[in-house]
Nanobody
Framework: QVQVEESGGGLVQPGGSLRLSCVASGSIPSFYTMGWYRQAPGKQRELVARIIGDFTTNDADSVKGRFTISRNNGKNTRYLQMNSLQPEDTAVYYC?????????WGQGTQVTVAS
């Protein structure tokens, strides 16, 4: 089980940007796929983007062209750069494994997009 801590959320106006960080307490195995998820009020948690090695995928159609997942292996950190934020991006964002399947969830970081 990878222990992570998310940060970087906040209140931003529509069209703004944020960068979320996910710091792991130890090395993330190279064969793990890591991802950013989000859960908006009243909705199910969804996978936004994933990364394994240097291969990345945006899983949510609504974020393609706007969000970018990346990593800094030396710092055991994964990032989610979010540009052109819209009110519908408002959610709690979580970092977790994709493969293997997540076993537990942290507190996440709140992102609120509002004018």
């Amino acid at each position: 089980q990878v222990q992570v801590e998310e940060s970087g959320g906040g209140l931003v106006q529509p069209g703004g940007s944020l960068r979320l960080s996910c710091v792991a307490s130890g090395s993330i195995p190279s064969f793990y796929t890591m991802g950013w998820y989000r859960q908006a009020p009243g909705k199910q948690r969804e996978l936004v983007a994933r990364i394994i090695g240097d291969f990345t995928t945006n899983d949510a159609d609504s974020v393609k062209g706007r969000f970018t997942i990346s990593r800094n292996n030396g710092k055991n950190t994964r990032y989610l750069q979010m540009n052109s934020l819209q009110p519908e991006d408002t959610a709690v964002y979580y970092c977790n494994t994709v493969l293997p399947s997540p076993r537990s969830w942290g507190q996440g970081t709140q992102v609120t997009v509002a004018s």
